[in-house]
Every structure is written in structure tokens, then in C-alpha cells.
């Protein structure tokens, strides 16, 4: 595929943002190809929030955080398990290798917390979520992605997406 897809988000609410986080979810459950859904921003954005939301699209019915320190949880659901990193403590790129990072995000569904450290491990299916704060709860959302159209990143949005 050439090219890269765009689509801005907004959302109110945290509530709002683990909807939109299910809606990606719903559509990853769906596919079958793999996806890493590559999250940026910046403490306190709602990268946990959106991975909430992701997982209970996905079928995960056990309670999802962030594995700030166990760095890696897997979430098992029929037929298809979701992996979910969180990079922030690490430093250098080769701390990924001891965890099996390439294993886990290469031909699986997957969700990486501050994927902007290590861009260049992310694979090429990728979906790169930049998250920004605009007011107390409100967040705008940047979906961008050379793996998947852009008419799909508008149904993955669907009433979250900016101007609808």
C-alpha cells in the first residue's frame, strides 16, 4: 500500500474515549490480519483509558492496566489473544528483545504505550494513535496508518471523527 491514511478524532469524555477505544477493538477482533495499534502521548492523555476500550471491543472481560512495570500483559479472549506494552521505562531499543517485543507485536493484534520511543521496532501493520489533550477530558485523537484505508479508519472513528 502506498501512501498514509489520516483522520482526526475528538472525544468529551473519558467515556467517550474508551467508546472510541472499543470501537478499534471491535474492528481489530474482526480482522484477520495482524494490527499494532501504536499509542502516543503524554502521561495522563488516556493511553489506558483508549486500551480499556480496545480490550472490551475486543471480547476481554478481565479488568485491563497499563504493565507500566511488568512491561507486557496478554489478554486471552476465543481464538485470538491481544498483547499490550507499555515502553515507558525503557531506555534503548535492545531492551526489547529480552521481552520477546518482536515475537508479540509481529503477526499478532497488539497494542503498544509509547511506541514513539522505538518507532523503528513497531511492524509495518501498524496503526499509530497520537493522543493530545485539549481541555480537562477532552482529547483529540490523530489516526494514521499506511497498512489501513482511510475509509476504514473513518468507520473505525464513526461519530468521534472530527466534523461529523
Known amino acids: 500500500m502506498t501512501g498514509t491514511a489520516s483522520l482526526l478524532c475528538q472525544t468529551s469524555s473519558v467515556e467517550d474515549t474508551r467508546r472510541l477505544g472499543e470501537r478499534l477493538g471491535t474492528f481489530m477482533k474482526s480482522m484477520d490480519t495482524p494490527l499494532c495499534v501504536a499509542l502516543i502521548g503524554d502521561l495522563g492523555t488516556g493511553k489506558t483509558h483508549f486500551s480499556q476500550g480496545i480490550a472490551i471491543g475486543f471480547g476481554i472481560n478481565e479488568e485491563v492496566t497499563s504493565p507500566t512495570f511488568a512491561l507486557m500483559n496478554t489478554y486471552e479472549t476465543a481464538g485470538d489473544n491481544l498483547y499490550h506494552f507499555d515502553l515507558y521505562r525503557l531506555d534503548e531499543e ?71
Do not use: C, H
Not at 100 to 129: H, N, R, Y
Not at 135 to 157: A, C, M, W
Open 94 to 164: 535492545d531492551e526489547l528483545v529480552p521481552i520477546g517485543f518482536d515475537e508479540f507485536t509481529d503477526d499478532t493484534k497488539s497494542i503498544v504505550e509509547w511506541a514513539d520511543k522505538f518507532p523503528d521496532a513497531m511492524p509495518e501493520e501498524t496503526l499509530w494513535v497520537t493522543i493530545n489533550r485539549i481541555r480537562d477530558t477532552e482529547r483529540k485523537f490523530i489516526f494514521s496508518s499506511s497498512y489501513i484505508p482511510y475509509n476504514e479508519l473513518v468507520q473505525i472513528g464513526g461519530p468521534y471523527v472530527f466534523g461529523n
